[in-house]
């Protein structure tokens, strides 16, 4: 994985609750084994325009497809972004259209952890800050870029005032180093291996 | 003496499974169980090999095909999805390269996977079962851990038999009292979550409890556990007791004789301390709940089918106003109309949610000397194979299909885009799943979350209809 340290760009606001991975990545769009090219399916129902089903043009309403947004590697939303399938494409369509960093006012369980193992940083944060960050980027995307530091846990907006954010101190040295959890993991194999022999004798109805 | 410490069923079994507590307050917990799906464990299982990782233990580790795989009779490895043939294929080859247990297509004890990993007695009480599918919630009605992850934990999961996380806070769900007629799980969980939100659970294991689950059927506790996770529930659970005993007893992967009798008595002992704490408990009055069905496109959007459509000015923030206004306008709807008596074109009765025996009983039950209205299309997917073979033991296929229902084959099938179908654009659809959310079930399909009985009633009155005045005809 690609260290992750500091990260500069445009963003867009989707100020609605509840976005679940079914909207970013709808399953008729998980059309291959593999983690890359799905950046295409990112958003498929609200990004592009359909004659029954069939794709047929861009729809230019869509906040992504605004030329305001152009080159957009942060997005804003509100509460719960991310709830519903656990299918980790939502992540890899958001990391191959180019997403670095998403600021909500909650994530799904499940879509946040695979967020960190992507490089893409989840940031919770309350109601008041999402709505300051609003109000400083969104009139001019282009020239109000939201500057986001990991090291430092800051988010920095056009007026130059730091807002700072939260992020498990495990998470934040995975993702600054770009180190694989499982290797990090593997360093506990004889942990592993002597609870699975204590376990084999306490709980032996629980190993086949 | 040192006081002991009153702990929760869900303290039990993680504190049992911790390997190592880290510096960060995260641990390293023991996995007795994977579980993958073609969709998410395909791709798993070959990034895993590319990374150069073996499974660590095969013997824990299972597989089925739900997720891609055609419904329809007389199916095989294509399917009407662009890709799916390479995802069947893939895991399939996967699963025989790392020395997994596949319930592949044709076996006779395949189906989706929260399904058989009960029937077959792989989950059992007290265990940690860990599957790359956000329902995997569903198993904590046998006593465990069902912990839904994505597909780089799962890679985690398979190489290490551990995932890392921290213990969740808990939260306990109280149903108190009698059901009233005509009231399912299904209604007391949609209830649950439209009284406290899709978020309402964010970051809590929930426990239910309470007069109404210990006199809950086994099937109905699965039901009410699935829909944790619709909850934002890190994951559900309910204390085992005698019901679940006696279901897994001489199952295919339950333990036999002595060994039986010393997990049933170490089972007993699994159930929150009368004196624990939880960070957060709620208590429903089970006779309040109506029979509940969705109006919008999270599972919150929902009210007792005799009630209308909520009006805007009732949402709590502008978010949620943007939400309800952006579903209201998807669904077709209007704010402050009644929901009962929309005319639909869709009946769908299947998923990990509501495919089981009891499921498609009670919509038989109903369905019996009826035929489906004109104009709708009805599907009814039994969750698995041995679902299917008993129901048609009963009779039951020939009910469904003299109905005008499609008898399909174990599997996902239309609670999304599984085998490459979906509903027609704009249809209005009533169904036994789990998600409503915008495009699901189809391109602009719009999705209503009800009880099956509700799905067979609606399907035959040819419009949402409520239960109860189906069953006093």
Redesign the interface.
């Given at each position: 994985m690609k260290p992750f340290e500091q990260h500069i760009g445009v963003c867009a606001d989707i100020p609605i609750n509840n976005v679940d991975t079914d909207q970013i990545i709808p399953s008729r769009e998980m059309n291959r084994v593999s983690k890359q090219g799905l950046g295409e399916g990112l958003f498929a129902g609200w990004r592009y325009l359909y004659e029954g089903t069939e794709k047929v043009g861009e729809n230019s309403e869509f906040v992504l497809n605004k030329p305001a947004f152009a080159n957009t590697s942060i997005l804003l939303s509100a509460q719960n972004f991310g709830c519903g399938s656990s299918r980790e494409h939502a992540v890899w369509a958001l990391r191959d259209f180019g997403i670095r960093v998403i600021i909500a006012e909650s994530f799904g369980r499940i879509f946040k952890n695979n967020c960190a193992r992507n490089g893409i940083l989840a940031i919770p944060l309350a109601p008041e800050s999402i709505r300051h960050l609003r109000e400083q980027t969104q009139h001019d995307p282009q020239t109000c870029l939201l500057s986001v530091d990991l090291a430092q846990l800051t988010i920095t907006t056009p007026d130059g005032n730091p807002l700072s954010f939260d992020m498990p101190t495990f998470d934040r040295e995975m993702l600054l180093k770009g180190l694989d959890y499982i290797d990090y993991t593997l360093q506990f194999e004889s942990d592993i291996e002597s609870f699975i022999k204590e376990d084999s004798n306490s709980r032996p109805w629980a190993h086949l | 003496m040192q006081k002991r410490v009153s702990t929760t069923l869900f303290d039990k079994i993680w504190d049992s499974h911790v390997?190592?507590s880290?510096p960060?307050g995260?641990a390293?917990v023991?996995l007795?169980r994977v579980f993958l799906h073609e969709?998410?464990g395909?791709?798993a299982l070959?990034?895993l090999k590319a990374?150069d990782?073996a499974v660590k233990n095969p013997?824990?580790a299972f597989a089925t095909m739900d997720h891609i795989v055609d419904t329809l009779p007389g199916r095989g490895d294509k399917t009407l999805?662009?890709?799916g043939e390479?995802?069947i294929r893939?895991m399939r080859r996967a699963s025989n390269e790392a020395n997994l247990t596949l319930f592949d297509i044709h076996h006779q004890d395949h189906g989706i996977a929260h399904l058989i990993s009960a029937e077959q007695a792989i989950t059992?009480p007290?265990?940690v079962v860990a599957c790359?599918?956000?329902h995997t919630c569903t198993l904590g009605a046998l006593g465990a851990i069902g912990w839904?992850?994505?597909?780089?934990?799962c890679?985690?999961a398979l190489?290490?038999?551990?995932l890392?996380g921290?213990k969740p806070k808990q939260m306990r769900v109280c149903f108190e009292g009698d059901l009233p007629p005509g009231v399912t799980a299904k209604d007391m969980i949609l209830h649950l979550i439209a009284k406290y939100t899709?978020?309402g659970a964010?970051?809590h294991a929930v426990e239910f409890a309470g007069s109404t689950i210990e006199h809950l059927p086994l099937e109905a506790r699965f039901t009410l556990c699935n829909m944790a996770?619709e909850f934002?529930a890190?994951t559900g659970i309910i204390a085992p007791d005698q019901v679940v005993f006696d279901y897994l007893q001489n199952r295919n992967?339950a333990?036999k004789g002595e060994?039986?009798e010393?997990?049933e008595a170490?089972w007993r002992e699994l159930k929150s301390d009368s004196d624990a704490v939880f960070d957060r408990e709620i208590v429903i009055k089970s006779e309040a709940i109506a029979p509940t069905i969705t109006w919008g496109t999270?599972p919150?959007h929902a009210i007792p089918v005799d009630g209308k459509v909520p009006a805007l000015n009732e949402a709590v923030?502008?978010?949620?106003r943007?939400?309800m206004k952006?579903a209201l306008d998807y669904m077709g709807l209007n704010p402050g109309q009644p929901i009962e008596g929309l005319p639909i074109q869709g009946a769908f009765i299947g998923s990990c949610t509501n495919s089981r025996l009891s499921d498609l009983r009670a919509a038989a039950s109903i369905l019996n000397n009826h035929r489906v209205a004109p104009g709708v299309r009805a599907i009814c997917t039994p969750g698995s194979a041995q679902v299917k073979r008993a129901a048609e033991q009963e009779g039951l296929d020939q009910i469904f299909l003299e109905a005008g229902f499609e008898w399909r084959e174990p599997g996902c099938s239309l609670c999304?885009?599984?085998g490459?179908e979906?509903f027609g654009?704009e249809e209005r659809v009533i169904t036994s799943t789990n998600?409503n959310?915008?495009?699901?079930q189809g391109?602009k399909t719009r999705s209503h979350l009800a009880s099956p009985a509700a799905v067979a009633a609606s399907a035959i009155a040819g419009e949402i209809v409520d239960v109860r005045k189906v069953n006093g005809r």
């Open positions: - | 390997v190592k880290l960060d995260s390293l023991y007795d969709r998410t395909s791709v070959e990034s990374a990782h013997r824990h999805m662009p890709g390479n995802y893939t059992l007290g265990l790359p599918d956000s839904g992850i994505g597909t780089s934990d890679e985690h190489a290490t038999q551990t890392r921290t899709a978020s964010a970051g996770v934002s890190f992967y333990p060994l039986w010393k997990a170490h999270s919150q923030d502008e978010n949620e943007a939400a952006v999304f885009f599984a490459g979906s654009i998600r959310f915008r495009g699901r391109r």
